[in-house]
């Protein structure tokens, strides 16, 4: 800003100045915006995809249609309550408080309703709507025909209120942290559904909601079908509560503005989030190398260790060591698959050392397949019948006897099916793999092949198609996913047991029936019930120990490796805390470890540096959606320029 000082004796004389001063002060005020713009008051996030967003036009918010989904949460979701995974205490957000009734609801909840009051603060989805109980309603809802029941009655009291009342045996209190947040947390999910713009969607499942509680398969998998193809009227701003919302969308880049209405605003100290789409790992490592990324972390890439290990110095790395990673899915159509001596001798085959190697620093061996993982939270539930499973160890002997007492034939080197058909294997990967994974992938391939058995992989990351695969069994016979991660207070069956065994995608097309050999039925559904809503201690204890055995003999999953987490922070663009605060570990909550996202940029742990920062455009395109700056030379230009003219203002009225 230029001041002006002037004697009131002199003020008339050079008034014509003053309004020529005036005129200009836009022009400075200008470069100087422009000279900030590129500052670190922007958070920059890196994201590999072969399958990039190309314009707002073409953008379906629908995250169940191709939308963001929850790589994003956090960002552009709000959580309407965090865990605080380092001692499991709940950290309100878009809810202000709740409370559970009746009063002696831990005595009598197996026998009563509980009732769950959550009421609101105030908060706004991005087109200025207010969020409401409604929308708590509506997102309850989509969760719940993607899930299984029983299914809660929900009653919206007032716009801030809504109470959940959970039938009889559902909500135990002898894992409090899980209950709580499934009660008042969504699951982990934040709040993804606008009453307003799915209301024609929702008004149908509401209409249908004692059919749905009974369990009336062709309503939900007709409501699935429904919520995939589901278009919201707009605008776009209206499907996001979250910091920020999609702001523009260019073939390179997502760029996400700052939502004034979101409750936590004021403390949201990033004015703008830049999302780069990467089109290819290689990409995305020289723009990671070059300085272009503010926060890195596996919800949007996989980071090989090389990368790791030849990062600038002002990169700060944090591990975070993981109870999960990746694991192979048995499809149950494939006949061959459905015979458990086949998926045993596989299990045998694999070298999981070797895939682990692979793979990098960040992934280490899994112990024992579906064991319980020697991980601190978990440490509890390793019984002596848990530590002594079978740790399926590489034996390429053991492997050839069960194929053959399954009635497969081994011929040139070419394993043989009981029909006589070729034995093949093809593998879906439903994410795009970094190089870490990639490696993994291409070691499980070699590793079969060399055995006899010919293996190929196929990366398909649209999601409609996944979905459809899934709900046909078919193009497939294996597929690559994550497995494990974290529950407060217990294992976390949850991806192997429930969600791609049926609930909502039954990528295993299995039943969830063990018969163990000495005649035991174990109902995978019914233990995980109890592994998340126990009776008692001991109930809890059973039922994790008795998974354990059922998953590792059965085999519908093989768990292949550990995955450690890692964060990589640009120490030029934010301030985040250091490597061994609690904060590090939200990365075991919300679905992609996004709680970090909101926690870190709504309660200042992560902060802008006030510094300038240039970040070089993308390198796929020469296309860059950043606000322009101007060079110091340009604003010494237009200081010359404005001397000029002050000077030639002068000069004619002095003349006059």
């Given at each position: 800003m230029i001041r002006i000082n002037m004697n009131t004796h002199i003020l008339l004389k050079y008034a014509t100045l003053g309004i020529i001063l005036i005129l200009l002060i836009p022009m400075i005020n200008s470069a100087t915006v422009f000279a900030s713009s590129s500052s670190s008051n922007t958070l920059y996030i890196g994201w590999v995809t072969s399958h990039p967003y190309t314009s707002l036009s073409t953008f379906n918010p629908n995250l169940f249609d191709g939308g963001m989904g929850g790589s994003f949460y956090g960002l552009i979701y709000s959580y309407t309550a965090l865990l605080n995974v380092s001692d499991n205490g709940i950290i309100p957000?878009?809810?202000?408080?709740?409370?559970?009734?009746?009063?002696?609801?831990?005595?009598?909840?197996?026998?009563?309703t509980v009732n769950v009051t959550i009421t609101l603060r105030n908060s706004g989805w991005a087109n200025g709507a207010p969020v409401t109980a409604n929308d708590i309603l509506a997102t309850c809802l989509i969760l719940d025909i993607l899930g299984a029941p029983p299914f809660p009655n929900y009653t919206v009291v007032n716009n801030h209120t809504i109470v959940i009342s959970h039938p009889p045996g559902t909500m135990s209190p002898y894992l409090l942290p899980f209950t709580e947040i499934c009660a008042i947390?969504?699951?982990?999910?934040?709040?993804?559904?606008?009453?307003?713009?799915?209301?024609?969607?929702?008004?149908?499942i509401e209409n249908n909601w004692i059919a749905l509680q009974h369990d009336n398969k062709t309503l939900i998998n007709q409501f699935r079908k429904e919520l995939h193809s589901y278009t919201p009227s707009g605008p776009l701003s209206a499907n996001y509560n979250g910091p920020y919302y999609v702001a523009q969308i260019t073939p390179s880049e997502i760029i996400l503005d700052k939502n004034p209405y979101y409750f936590a605003a004021n403390n949201v100290?990033?004015?703008?989030?830049?999302i780069y789409q990467y089109s290819s790992s290689s990409t995305a490592e020289s723009g990671i190398l070059s300085g272009q990324v503010s926060i890195e972390y596996s919800a949007f890439m996989s980071l090989p260790s090389t990368l790791i290990s030849s990062l600038p110095s002002y990169y700060r790395v944090v591990n975070i060591p993981n109870p999960g990673g990746w694991a192979?899915?048995?499809?149950?159509?494939?006949?061959?698959?459905?015979m458990l001596p086949v998926r045993q001798a596989i299990a045998y085959v694999l070298n999981r050392t070797s895939i682990a190697l692979a793979g990098g620093s960040k992934y280490s061996p899994v112990a024992i397949p579906n064991g319980i993982p020697n991980f601190t939270y978990y440490r509890q539930y390793i019984?002596?019948?848990?530590?002594?499973?079978?740790?399926?160890?590489?034996?390429?002997?053991?492997?050839?006897?069960?194929?053959?007492s399954a009635g497969f034939t081994l011929k040139n080197g070419q394993w043989y099916a009981p029909n006589g058909s070729p034995f093949t294997l093809n593998i879906i990967v439903t994410n795009t793999p970094g190089p870490g994974e990639t490696n993994i992938l291409n070691t499980i391939k070699d590793e079969l092949s060399s055995f006899g058995i010919p293996t190929t992989y196929y990366i398909e990351t649209v999601g409609k198609v996944q979905l459809q695969d899934w709900a046909t069994g078919d193009n497939y016979d294996i597929a690559f996913n994550a497995w494990g991660g974290y529950y407060p207070v217990t294992v976390d069956w949850y991806l192997e047991a429930m969600y791609f065994n049926g609930v909502p995608y039954n990528v295993t097309q299995w039943d969830g029936i063990v018969k163990a050999p000495n005649g035991t039925i174990y109902n995978i559904s019914k233990l995980y019930g109890e592994t998340v809503a126990p009776n008692s201690t001991s109930q809890l204890t059973s039922a994790n120990d008795e998974m354990a055995y059922a998953l590792n003999y059965y085999l519908p999953a093989l768990p292949l490796v550990l995955q450690s987490q890692q964060i990589i922070v640009n120490t030029k663009d934010l301030v985040a805390p250091p490597s061994n605060s609690w904060f590090w570990e939200e990365y075991f909550y919300g679905i992609g470890g996004t709680a970090i996202n909101q926690l870190g940029i709504t309660a200042d742990y992560m902060q802008p540096i006030s510094i300038i920062t240039t970040h070089p455009p993308v390198t796929t395109t020469t296309t860059t959606t950043h606000p322009p700056s101007i060079s110091a030379a340009a604003i010494a230009g237009i200081v010359i320029v404005v001397i000029i003219i002050v000077a030639a203002a002068i000069f004619f009225l002095r003349r006059r």
């Open positions: 957000c878009l809810i202000s408080n709740w409370s559970i009734s009746p009063a002696n609801w831990e005595q009598v909840w197996q026998n009563e947390g969504l699951g982990e999910v934040a709040l993804i559904t606008s009453y307003q713009e799915y209301k024609p969607l929702v008004q149908q100290k990033f004015n703008q989030v830049v192979l899915y048995f499809n149950f159509k494939d006949p061959w698959l459905a019984t002596p019948a848990v530590a002594n499973l079978n740790p399926y160890l590489t034996n390429l002997q053991e492997a050839t006897k069960l194929l053959e």
